[in-house]
């Protein structure tokens, strides 16, 4: 069963098409990577299936659900960290994410989960604004984590963490399908980040979807094209030059 299925999903501005007709297939119970160079569509993606931005062509279903006929019911189910996360800075961070908890209806227990997870329990009583990216950066994980959605939608949320926080992230992410057993949209720019615990990923070049699959599969494509297989950031990067080649450079 695909958690998240996508059919020719498309999203363009005037001239420009930052999405062109993806069709994705992300399985229940899987870490799926989402990669492509910045400016390659991701966060418009993550944000269609959030309700942020209407589609302007195709459809997608999310936990079985249709949208847009159900997207207050997709919107309950699903987690989500999209950019920045934003804060009230005069409040600590337990405080935020009380309001996330109370808008929910989730029991009082579930702040302190959150935190827990994130490893932000020493930090609960600090106001938001004294946090440094990092602390922002799992607090916005917190955010998405708090009552344990079924659905995980996370755009970088590595970035602006220092190498022992991204392990520690990195380690968290790919924990929660069989801890909770939620489904995981994870996006990113660097492979070497994704194939440490993705079970599947899509790779996107400005709007398109060049490949769809397994790491095995990435490198067997790979291999089939003549692009180098030994490091996987090589081979991501090889695709992404390709295709850019074959668009000549433009958009």
């Known amino acids: 069963m695909y958690m998240i299925e996508t059919k020719n999903l498309t999203k363009s501005y005037a001239d420009f098409t930052a999405v062109a007709g993806i ?3 992300i399985p229940k119970g899987a870490v799926y990577g989402f990669l492509g160079p910045n400016g390659a569509g991701k966060s418009t993606t993550m944000k269609m299936f959030l309700g942020l931005t209407a589609p302007t062509g195709g459809s997608f279903r999310i936990g079985g659900k249709q949208f847009p006929r159900d997207r207050m019911r997709i919107l309950k189910e699903t987690g989500s960290f999209i950019e920045a996360p934003a804060f009230y800075g005069n409040l600590t961070g ?3 994410l009380d309001i996330v908890r109370r808008i929910l209806g989730l029991p009082k227990s579930a702040v302190s989960e959150a935190l827990e997870l994130v490893g932000l329990s020493a ?3 600090r106001p938001a604004r004294t946090y440094s990216l990092g602390m922002k950066q799992r607090l916005g994980l917190a955010s ?3 009552g344990r959605p079924p659905i995980l939608i996370l755009d970088e949320p590595t970035n602006g963490l220092d190498p022992v926080g991204i392990h520690e992230i990195r380690t968290l992410i790919r924990s929660l399908p069989e ?10 720019h660097l492979l070497s980040e994704i194939e440490l615990m993705a079970d599947r990923i ?3 070049n400005h709007g398109h979807l060049l ?9 067997f494509n ?8 030994d490091n996987l950031e090589e081979t991501f990067l090889a695709l992404i030059e390709s295709d850019n080649l074959q668009r000549g450079g433009a958009r």
């Open 23 to 25: 069709s994705l297939h």
């Open 94 to 96: 337990e405080e935020n």
């Open 123 to 125: 930090h609960r009583h």
């Open 144 to 146: 998405a984590l708090i």
């Open 179 to 188: 801890r909770f057993g939620c489904t995981v949209l994870v996006s990113s």
């Open 202 to 204: 899509g790779i996107l």
């Open 211 to 219: 490949f769809e699959g397994t790491l095995d599969e990435l490198k």
């Open 222 to 229: 790979a291999a089939s094209q003549g692009f180098p297989t």
